[in-house]
């Protein structure tokens, strides 16, 4: 199985400031997605992050805001740009290889002060 | 959009005793997922579900599939403390930008007491 990191694991913010979330994973895979959590609630997608190309973002959710980078196969960066408190959340990269196996990294707790 | 519904969202329950949770989804979809969540914590794979009638079974877990009634089930035998947590089904959209992202429901909180 992968095994996937994520940096930071937590961070307070102040508002109107960015914070970057970095996605790492030992092998390659083939996707990688973005999911918010927000305290109490479900998981929701935020994008799926393509390697070379422009993220795909769901509805609700801009590359203005959340602008996302992968570079490679194994790596990915999501931003929660100008922050403010209703982007306290836990973010969750979730990866899936081309055999279709799927793990969500351990998550960044995002505190917005 | 594929809607995924979980009930109940609360679950409080007696050592030893059994339950189901059910999720319901609203389009066709080739994959199911059952995860657990504990409180800070990431998300843990349960099942993956594929086909109609599937079933698998873990421990005091049993989940199963009907893609007809786009229904599955999250069997709870004799609980103990240790399954509390938060049960997740999730349902892959085909219909999705990508065609792989996972639409949640809301999930179950599970509370087992002595």
């Known amino acids: 199985s992968a095994v996937i990191s994520q940096k930071p694991s937590r961070d307070i913010c102040q508002r109107g400031t960015s914070l970057t979330i970095q996605c790492q994973v030992d092998?390659?895979?083939?996707?990688m997605f973005w999911y918010r959590q927000q305290p109490g609630q479900s998981l929701t997608l935020i994008a799926t992050a393509n390697q070379g190309s422009e993220a795909t973002y769901e509805s609700g959710f801009v590359i203005d805001k959340f602008p996302i980078s992968r570079p490679n196969l194994t790596f990915s960066t999501l931003t929660v740009s100008n922050m403010s408190p209703e982007d306290s959340s836990i973010y969750l990269c979730?990866?899936?290889?081309?055999?279709?196996?799927?793990?969500f990294g351990p998550g960044t707790r995002l505190t917005v002060l | 959009e594929l809607k995924v519904e979980q009930n109940p969202l609360f679950l409080s329950m007696q050592e030893g005793k059994n339950y189901t949770i059910y999720c319901n989804y609203s389009t066709t979809s080739d994959r199911l997922y059952w995860y657990r969540q504990d409180p800070g914590k990431s998300l843990e794979s349960l099942f993956v579900?594929?086909?109609?009638?599937a079933v698998k079974q873990e421990g005091r877990l049993m989940a199963s599939l009907d893609t007809k009634a786009r229904l599955s089930t999250l069997h709870i035998t004799a609980a103990v403390h240790d399954l509390s947590a938060t049960y997740f089904c999730a349902v892959e959209d085909p219909n999705s930008n990508s065609g792989y992202a996972l639409n949640f429901g809301k999930g179950t909180s599970l509370l087992v007491t002595p």
């Open positions: 979730r990866t899936m290889d081309s055999y279709n196996e799927q793990f």
């Open positions: 579900l594929l086909s109609n009638g």
């Open positions: 092998s390659q895979v083939t996707m």
